[in-house]
């Protein structure tokens, strides 16, 4: 098994076209076909893909998990309406005190300040927490999470970022290429129900088993930076 990455590749004339290679950096006497790498990462992200049946499972969980943020916002934001009411009343009753001569001017201007600065963080707060519409919140899961059942589709449409990504995002950890097939240290657990698939048809072994941990190891500080292909000699 062999070291590659994937800023080293180039293209090599033939009679009539170029071809694109991909270049061992320890083995420089060994190339690899593009193509062979391109289509195999498509075969692997399609195998990898969410059957009809698992996207249903993760909007309908989706949904449930969305109910109880939706209501905590919606009373914070119904909270801070009351207190905002409450303190429209304090000014108004503050107003009516210097009317009646109740209090000094220098009086009214102090507290008269301190519910204008709190009126003001109160209304902010209100502008950048309004609730949305659960309905909303439903259409965009129907929306974008039927696009799991091709990830190969999602990654043709990214850009150079985004391909790269999606990539760390599902492995982690740099590819390895090696008997005409990819191997890898991480799939992300999410995929764990369909890596039997891509692994029967000799596409991805994935070579460690799933572990159940507290959080995702894709979120951590500790994922890969890199988005280049590898092999390693065993």
Not at 11 to 23: A, F, I, P, Q, V
Not at 74 to 89: A, D, P, S, V
Not at 206 to 211: A, L, V, Y
């Amino acid at each position: 098994m062999l070291v590659w990455k994937g800023d080293e590749a180039g293209y090599t004339k033939g009679r009539k076209n170029y071809y694109l290679y991909y270049r061992c950096t320890e083995h420089t006497n060994y190339n690899l076909a593009g193509y062979k790498l391109h289509d195999t990462i498509e075969e692997v992200l399609k195998g990898l893909s969410f059957s009809t049946h698992q996207v249903q499972f993760v909007k309908e969980t989706a949904k449930a998990l969305l109910i109880e943020p939706q209501k905590l916002k919606k009373e914070q934001h119904q909270n801070k309406i009351r207190k905002l009411h409450e303190l429209n009343e304090k000014i108004f009753k503050l107003e009516e005190r210097l009317m009646n001569n109740e209090i000094e001017s220098s009086t009214y201007q102090t507290w008269f300040q301190k519910y204008k600065e709190e009126k003001a963080m109160l209304e902010y707060s209100l502008n950048g927490s309004q609730p949305s519409k659960v309905r909303n919140e439903d259409e965009l899961i129907d929306r974008i999470l039927p696009n799991l059942t091709n990830l190969y589709e999602i990654y043709q449409k990214g850009n150079i970022t985004q391909k790269h990504t999606l990539m760390r995002g599902v492995f982690k950890d740099n590819l390895v290429w090696g008997d005409d097939m990819f191997r890898t240290a991480f799939i992300d657990p999410t995929f764990s129900n369909n890596i039997l698939k891509v692994k029967q048809k000799r596409l991805l072994f994935n070579e460690q088993p799933f572990k159940v941990l507290g959080l995702s190891p894709v979120s951590t500080q500790y994922r890969s930076q890199t988005g280049y292909i590898f092999q390693r000699p065993f």
